[in-house]
């Protein structure tokens, strides 16, 4: 709908709105509609589909292109007609639009359909030059771009699809039907002459259209909003007699606030854009997909649901005796909003509040509300400091937008939770509980407790708790303090986590990577033409790794631990880092095991960090020696020279001044350090006063890195190749301190690719050095994850796990 119909569509409601005078900014003439930009991700979706449909069903794709060539053998002749005709009307189409357009003054609007279109047409030029020099060659079979004479992506058609999208033809059937009619028959007419493919063409619409949106959306659309004068006069077709109105600015996007002075008096009105209706939709589909329960029953709403719903929530609470504003009408404004008219309280927001006005008597009122709210099955579903007004020392409940009826309890406990935590933010822990079990009982406020997790409250609410970090812990020990006889039962909201996606993503491009590698790979002469010896002893020095890692445990734990146990413990992480990083796989099983040992869990954290930050110490002095060594060596094999090191060294060294010269990042770091290795210091103290445990813990350090090197080593001449022994270690370092910071179960794909380059870069066949990393991570980390599984199951039944 264009502006000029917008307003036109107004006019009688505004000639209702003379003499009422009407405070707001300057309203915008133009606006960024999400509801474009969620099309156009729509249609990128869509073009990822096609793009990848000939990968998985190349038999179908072309099928589907023999079957509608020989289809249209037997109307070539009018085929042709088809197609010189469609291939003039194309292009005049568009021109006889453009034309009228400018008779009658709207030619802002074609200007951005030719942007649109040239946009579209330098696209298409540049992915068919791309698809052409270095297309994937599936790819460009399926959508023709390897034929002679055919152009996957229209050249023609893609500019006016943008064009046509730009222009905005909602609103004229006539123009839609004449445009996207031709464009149809000249695409049948191009597919039937062979000068592009079923899939190309489809590609060629998704991009028009992803190229039309997306200017739109940069561009920005004629504001379609009501005025404030449209408003009042809305009001004054209901009877009300508006008289002044005021626009409040309350910091939201989905709705507009103003408070109205009226014949019976004040009012406060909320106005709902039907444009701003997608405001947060990525967020809340984000939220619906992650959580099992708090997201929304639908995560879009129409204008006219999202009035309904609003109205619906204010009439059952108002009959629940709830204390909130009364809603005293509604009504449509033109056709692209709606107008909420509220009984106007002058109150101030309990987030707006001093900490000494809130009372301990405020806080029970306010749990009575929300209690009288919950009795009925009705969730405010946004229940912060923002959702309470306090007029005269009395809260009322405001903001029932996004509330329900007839919910389930765990929807209600989280509105507990919500403003729990919400109270005890601005109060404290302590008064927020008191104050909360005066009204809702102990036994309730137990069963709030596990629903205390950042991912059950609101962003606003999230992000105030970044300020004081322990606030939910600490809001835990105060209900158990309160209630210590509830028992708590666990609940888990999240159907996953982002770092589970991070993971996912890591895996697959680790997966990708090994068999692209595995792919030139010749196994059956690898195999045949191996020296096992060597591979024997590569896998003897992967056995010394579980000692060696054992060695390092216990060097660092005063305790009396059990050798054999402790080995068996580090041959049970091997199995959990199929589904965990490798740098938190270690850390996990070794404190779960010291605590099953009888060690404290305050002391067993304390010496895996201290074995851990002696691991990380002696791994960068090894790294920074063993370099120094392989730049000195003169052979052929040299990794690389030491004033590369050394300028390397140097560069990081600057960069890590630089960083520390900045006041939040420096406080990260030294806040996420003591978090690692808090407690460490006297641990180590403890330690170094035996000997005998502090050469164990040294000593295991060593052997670990020496048993790797030694096992990447033998598989590589296993396979025939050689290496200086330095260059061998700075490959094996470098990689395992990448594979250590990867996301990925057990740095798959990080440490692959990382110890195959460093390897190649070295002076060794690519053939060689991928045969030999494979053969390295063979024994290291598929080989072990049979006995790993066998040892953590052992573990656990005898309760050391």
């Known amino acids: 709908?264009?502006?000029?119909?917008?307003?036109?569509?107004?006019?009688?409601?505004?000639?209702?709105?003379?003499?009422?005078?009407?405070?707001?900014?300057?309203?915008?003439?133009?606006?960024?509609?999400?509801?474009?930009?969620?099309?156009?991700?729509?249609?990128l979706a869509g073009l990822v589909m096609v793009l990848l449909l000939p990968s998985i069903a190349s038999q179908t794709t072309s099928g589907i292109q023999g079957d509608i060539s020989e289809g249209t053998q037997n109307v070539h002749f009018l085929l042709s007609l088809a197609s010189q005709l469609s291939t003039f009307w194309v292009l005049l189409v568009p021109v006889i639009f453009a034309l009228d357009r400018a008779f009658r003054r709207d030619a802002l609007r074609v200007i951005v359909g030719l942007l649109a279109a040239i946009i579209a047409l330098g696209l298409t030029i540049a992915l068919d030059a791309w698809a052409s020099a270095a297309g994937p060659g599936t790819l460009t079979n399926a959508l023709g771009w390897n034929n002679a004479g055919t152009t996957p992506l229209h050249a023609d058609l893609t500019p006016v699809i943008a064009f046509v999208t730009a222009v905005r033809l909602a609103g004229r059937p006539r123009w839609q039907l004449v445009m996207w009619g031709t464009i149809a028959l000249a695409s049948l007419a191009a597919l039937a002459a062979g000068y592009t493919t079923a899939l190309g063409l489809v590609a060629t619409y998704f991009i028009g259209r992803i190229v039309g949106y997306l200017t739109l959306y940069g561009i920005g659309t004629p504001n379609p909003r009501p005025p404030g004068t449209a408003v009042v006069a809305a009001l004054e077709r209901l009877g009300l007699k508006p008289s002044h109105a005021l626009r409040i600015d309350d910091g939201t996007d989905d709705h507009r606030r103003y408070t109205v002075e009226a014949e019976g008096g004040k009012l406060d009105?909320?106005?709902?854009?039907?444009?701003?209706?997608?405001?947060g939709l990525l967020y809340r589909i984000w939220r619906g997909l992650r959580l099992r329960a708090n997201q929304p029953r639908r995560a879009l709403r129409s204008l006219r649901r999202s009035l309904e719903q609003e109205s619906l929530m204010a009439y059952a609470a108002g009959a629940a005796q709830v204390r909130t504003p009364r809603l005293i009408a509604t009504s449509e404004v033109g056709t692209e909003a709606a107008l909420l008219a509220y009984e106007h309280v002058d109150g101030v927001r309990l987030a707006d509040m001093p900490a000494e006005a809130i009372t301990d008597t405020l806080l029970v009122d306010i749990w009575r509300e929300v209690d009288l709210l919950h009795r009925q099955r009705m969730a405010h579903r946004s229940l912060d400091t923002t959702s309470i007004m306090v007029h005269g020392g009395v809260p009322y409940v405001v903001g029932l937008a996004r509330g329900e009826i007839a919910v389930s309890d765990l929807l209600l406990r989280l509105d507990q939770a919500q403003l729990l935590t919400s109270l005890a933010l601005r109060v404290g822990q302590e008064r927020a509980v008191r104050t909360a079990a005066e009204v809702i009982g102990s036994q309730t406020l137990g069963a709030i407790l596990p629903l205390l997790q950042k991912v059950a409250l609101s962003r606003d609410t999230r992000t105030e708790l970044r300020q004081q970090k322990d606030l939910l812990s600490n809001l835990r020990e105060e209900i158990l303090r309160f209630t210590p006889e509830v028992e708590i039962q666990a609940v888990r909201l999240e159907r996953f986590r982002p770092r589970t996606i991070v993971s996912i993503v890591g895996l697959t491009i680790g997966t990708y990577f090994l068999l692209s590698q595995l792919s030139n790979v010749n196994l059956t002469q690898i195999i045949t033409s191996a020296k096992w010896g060597w591979a024997i002893v590569a896998l003897i020095a992967a056995c010394v790794t579980y000692v060696a890692a054992a060695m390092m445990l216990i060097g660092f734990v005063p305790e009396r631990l059990s050798w054999w146990r402790t080995i068996l413990a580090q041959l049970a992480a091997s199995f959990v880092k199929l589904v965990a990083p490798a740098a938190v796989t270690g850390v996990a099983i070794n404190t779960r095991f010291l605590?099953?040992?009888?060690?404290?869990?305050?002391?067993?954290?304390?010496?895996?960090?201290?074995?851990?930050?002696?691991?990380?110490?002696?791994?960068?002095?090894?790294?920074?020696?063993?370099?120094?060594?392989?730049?000195s060596q003169s052979t052929t094999t040299e990794f690389a020279p030491s004033k590369t090191i050394v300028i390397v060294l140097l560069a990081g060294a600057a960069v890590a001044g630089a960083l520390a010269t900045i006041g939040r990042v420096r406080r990260l770091v030294a806040v996420r350090l003591k978090d690692m290795f808090s407690g460490v210091v006297p641990r180590l103290l403890d330690v170094l006063q035996d000997p005998r445990k502090v050469a164990t813990g040294i000593g295991g350090t060593l052997l670990l890195t020496v048993a790797f090197v030694v096992c990447l080593d033998a598989s590589i001449r296993a396979f025939g190749g050689s290496l200086s022994w330095t260059a061998v270690a700075v490959v094996f370092l470098t990689g395992n301190a990448l594979g250590s910071a990867a996301p990925t179960p057990g740095g798959l794909g990080a440490v692959e690719g990382a110890l195959t380059l460093g390897l190649t870069l070295a002076g060794l066949p690519a053939e060689q050095a991928t045969s030999a990393v494979l053969l390295f991570r063979l024994l290291t980390f598929w080989l072990p994850v049979l006995p790993g599984w066998a040892a953590f199951t052992h573990l656990q039944r005898r309760e050391a796990l």
């Open 1 to 43: 709908m264009t502006r000029t119909q917008a307003e036109s569509e107004l006019e009688p409601l505004l000639a209702l709105a003379k003499g009422v005078e009407v405070d707001e900014p300057p309203r915008p003439g133009r606006i960024r509609s999400q509801s474009n930009l969620f099309r156009a991700l729509a249609c």
């Open 595 to 631: 605590q099953r040992a009888g060690v404290r869990p305050g002391s067993a954290v304390a010496s895996v960090g201290a074995s851990q930050l002696t691991g990380m110490v002696i791994h960068i002095g090894l790294l920074i020696v063993f370099g120094f060594l392989t730049g």
């Open 269 to 279: 009105v909320t106005v709902l854009d039907r444009d701003q209706q997608t405001s």
